[in-house]
């Protein structure tokens, strides 16, 4: 079995930062995509930046320019630069690791349990 963790978020001021972290572990045989997805109350999850094994990225249009996205492959571990944080980016950010598990045929998209980021002043 496949998981992922995510940890870093927190309260920070309009204009912040913060760096969340996602590390898989488990049963697996190789992590393909790497990706941020966010949700807030009422609202379905929405793609912030995603990541491939060979580190093209791609980022939804309200965070292009202030996030950033980069990978560890060595340590299966994906990380989310956030800076210039506005009020509109508190949501809870989800992980996503798209992976092919040893112990199963097939790619599998694996979840966080998700982290709170809060920007408020």
């Known amino acids: 079995q496949v998981q992922v963790v995510e940890s870093g978020g927190g309260l920070v001021q309009p204009g912040g930062s913060l760096r969340l972290s996602c590390a898989a572990s488990?049963?697996?045989?190789?992590?393909?995509?790497m990706g941020w997805y966010r949700q807030t109350p009422g609202n379905q999850r929405e793609l912030v930046a995603t990541?491939?094994?060979?580190?093209?990225?791609s980022y939804a249009d309200s965070v292009k320019g202030r996030f950033t996205i980069s990978r560890d492959n060595a340590k299966n571990t994906v990380y989310l630069q956030m800076n210039s944080l506005e009020l509109e980016d508190t949501a809870v950010y989800y992980c996503?690791?798209?992976?092919?598990?040893?112990?199963?045929?097939?790619?599998?998209?694996?979840w966080g349990q998700g982290t709170q980021v809060t920007v408020s002043s």
């Open positions: 488990g049963s697996i045989f190789r992590i393909n995509s």
């Open positions: 996503k690791a798209n992976a092919q598990d040893r112990n199963r045929f097939g790619q599998y998209d694996y």
């Open positions: 990541i491939t094994s060979s580190g093209r990225t």
